[in-house]
Structures are given as C-alpha cells and as structure tokens.
C-alpha cells in the first residue's frame, strides 16, 4: 500500500509542479526549449552533428541512437518552450545533458578526443573542457532549476492547472493564478466568487 501511495504522490509530483513561479521563469524555458529543439533539428539536417557524431564517440546503434535523442530534442525542445510537462521532460534533459558532458568532455581532457579538437588554444586539459562544456552546463542547470521550481506563472502547465482548479473548485493562495479567462477568481479564503 505504501508503495502506491509512494507512486501516486510520484505521479502528482512529475505532472502536478508548482506553477507560482515568476513569469521570467518563461525565459530560462525559452533558452533551454530553443537550444534543445535547434540542436535536435541539426541531428537530422547534418550528419556530422547526429549519426557522424555518435558513431565516432562509439555509441551503440548509432543511426537509432541519433534520431532518438533529435526526437526526444525537437519534442522535448517544444513542451520546455510552451511549458507543458515541464518536469517530465526536464529529468531526461538532465541525464542527457549528464551523458553528454562524459563522453565528451572527459576525452577532450585527456587530449584522446574522436571528435576534432577546438580549433583555437586552449585545445586540451580543463580549460579545454571548461570553454567547451559551457553549454551543456547551461542546459543541464536550467534543466535542473526546471525540475526544482517548474515551469512558471506564463506556462501551459499553469494554464492546465487553473482549469483543474476552476473545474473542481479548488481554492488557490496565489492571486496570481486566481483569476482565468473564464472571468472567475477562486481565492482562499472566499471560495469561487465572480470576477467584478
């Protein structure tokens, strides 16, 4: 019993996120939702940058392995932008973004690389590593901030969440999420009460 009780407030964690985040918390999807989806669509455009690359750092099936990570970028890169389940698809960003930074990054350290070296000093060691994991490190953290606070006010989740409220009447402390478009406000303390 407790491990469904365990399941169930699993489920309600990873689709359910708060959504009383600021509204600039939008910007932080947008950055991360644009480069997941501009580099998932560069996996099917340019060999070099899905099936090439993946098979030069030895990744099994790689030509499966290519589009699956470009699909899980293009859609993923969609839901973070729009917010829509944001949590659930921040966690595989993470282990990707995680993935990434050591198959690449540690060779790159090591000077063992199979994919080309940066084309200006400093080539190997940690300031190597450091100037080219900048990216990934930006994704991996804002992936991880995504899966902490959610996905904001400005967020389709949040939208989802007002309708739920609305619907079953539930009362909400934040005035931010108060009111809908239907022109009701459901606050604390008063219940469902026109908007007027």
């Known amino acids: 019993m407790k491990s469904t009780s365990r399941l169930f407030r699993f ?3 990873l689709f359910d996120p708060p959504v009383t985040g600021h509204p600039a918390t939008a910007i932080m999807r947008f950055m991360a939702g644009g480069v997941f989806l501009s ?4 996996k099917f455009v340019f060999a070099n940058q899905g099936v090439g690359r993946f098979t030069k750092l030895g990744f099994p099936l790689p030509d499966l392995t290519a589009s699956f990570v470009g699909g899980l970028e293009i859609v993923g890169g969609c839901l973070l932008i729009a917010g829509l389940l944001t ?8 282990v990707e973004m995680l993935v990434a930074i050591l198959a690449t990054k540690i060779s790159l350290y090591l000077g063992t690389s199979p994919l080309p070296l940066p084309p200006a000093p400093p080539r ?4 190597a590593v450091l100037h ?5 490190w930006a994704q991996l953290l804002t992936s991880l901030y995504l899966i902490i606070v959610g996905p904001g006010r400005w967020s389709l989740d949040a939208r989802l969440h007002r309708q739920r ?15 809908g478009s239907t022109g009701v406000t459901v606050t604390a303390s008063r219940g469902v009460r026109e908007a007027g």
């Open 11 to 13: 489920k309600d964690w």
């Open 39 to 42: 580099e998932g669509i560069m």
């Open 87 to 94: 949590r659930a698809i921040a966690i595989p960003f993470v």
């Open 124 to 127: 190997t060691g940690m300031w």
């Open 132 to 136: 080219e994991s900048r990216s990934d």
């Open 165 to 179: 409220a609305s619907a079953v009447g539930v009362a909400t402390r934040d005035p931010h999420l108060a009111t």
